[in-house]
């Protein structure tokens, strides 16, 4: 509850910066359109897709809300719409619908989603370097190098059939691996809902938020790494 | 954005290319990579009498990732255990002229040196 009113001041805040409507310069109270004037306004560049979207900036969000939402706001800002506008109106509509475009695609992925509120929280810990488990590049290694042999072999050979074999079966581990490592991350990802939850401002919680920020990010870079060399694998069986 | 002709000279001429086994008497492996490329290198030491008298290394990677590396072994080769660990990332940007978005590819090579030099330690030690 705590985060909740924190959250809605920060959103106060960011209108503030554009507290003037473009258009009829009256104090501004609408969230996308003026009061006033009834004039679209440009979604604040500050705005983060959560707050866009009026949803906490969770790492499990309701899906159906953002569909909800985004709905919504498409029509309001589609820019089908504004035809009959001014240019200024027609500008701001294609800008907020791309944007909210965006947004909509980030969230929708939960990795894509965590990715992104990764960067607005990691500040200090975006730096860290994270060093994924060495077993891991052995893997790799090995696995490069069964795939360039493949790849010089005459693939009516013999050889190049065990070789096939061996890379499906590594295949199948390393999408094994990407699964369990997905497991982790949404295990994580309830972790730190739960920590946003309690608002605490200890020290505990804040050594618990870096080590939890740095643990997803370790995560996600493995997951992409294995990801991209199941994909290259594939391409290159295919 | 080309490559400057070191880099293309290592990349062309690979040195030191291939590796030692593992478990062979002071042999150091480090095998380090960058999740965010996908590339992944592997660098021996052989170390007689507190002396690499051999390095080798195996990367898959882009271009200046291979000449980090093989550029890496040549230098390793002749030097101190201790000297081998002073060997800097910003070494090898100089005498490469890395521009900055392939410093990473550097710091993995520095990164392989100091694995390998950890694990041939750890050897050592355990004897």
Known sequence: MDEHTHNTGDRRELMMA?????????????????DR??????????????????????????????ETKFYELSRAFHPDFYQNKSDAEQTISLGNSAMLNTAYRTLRDPIQRAEYLLDLEAGAVKDIRTTPPADLFEEILELQDTLDEFRGSDRASAQASTLRTKLH???TALEQRQRE??????????????????GEVTEEARAERNQLLKNMRSILSNRTYVKNIVNDLVETIA | MAYSEKVVDH????????????EEDGVGT????????GDVMKLQIKV??????????????????????????????????????????????????????KIHCSVLAEDAIKAALADYQKKADSK
Request: charged share 25%; aromatic share 10%; net charge neutral.
């Open chain 1, 37 to 66: 004037c009834v004039k679209v306004q440009p979604v604040s560049k500050d705005l983060d897709y959560f707050s866009c979207f009026g949803l906490p900036r969770r790492l499990v969000i309701d899906t159906n809300v953002l």
């Open chain 1, 181 to 198: 490592m997905e497991a982790q991350l949404l295990q994580l990802f309830g972790r730190w809902d739960a920590l946003q939850d309690r």
């Open chain 1, 18 to 34: 554009r507290s003037m409507c473009w258009h009829c310069q009256s104090e501004m109270a609408g969230e996308y359109f003026c």
């Open chain 1, 169 to 171: 079966a590594d295949r």
């Open chain 2, 30 to 37: 480090g095998i380090v990579g960058a999740p965010e490329c």
């Open chain 2, 48 to 101: 007689q009498n507190d002396t690499i008298v051999d390095a080798k290394f195996k990367t898959f990677g882009c271009g200046s990732a291979i000449a980090s590396s093989s550029l890496a072994t040549e230098w390793l080769k002749g030097k101190t255990v201790e000297e081998a660990g002073k060997i800097k990332n910003t070494d090898i940007v100089q005498e490469l002229n890395l521009p900055p978005v």
């Open chain 2, 11 to 22: 990349f062309n001429n690979p040195r030191n290319m291939g590796s030692f086994k593992k």
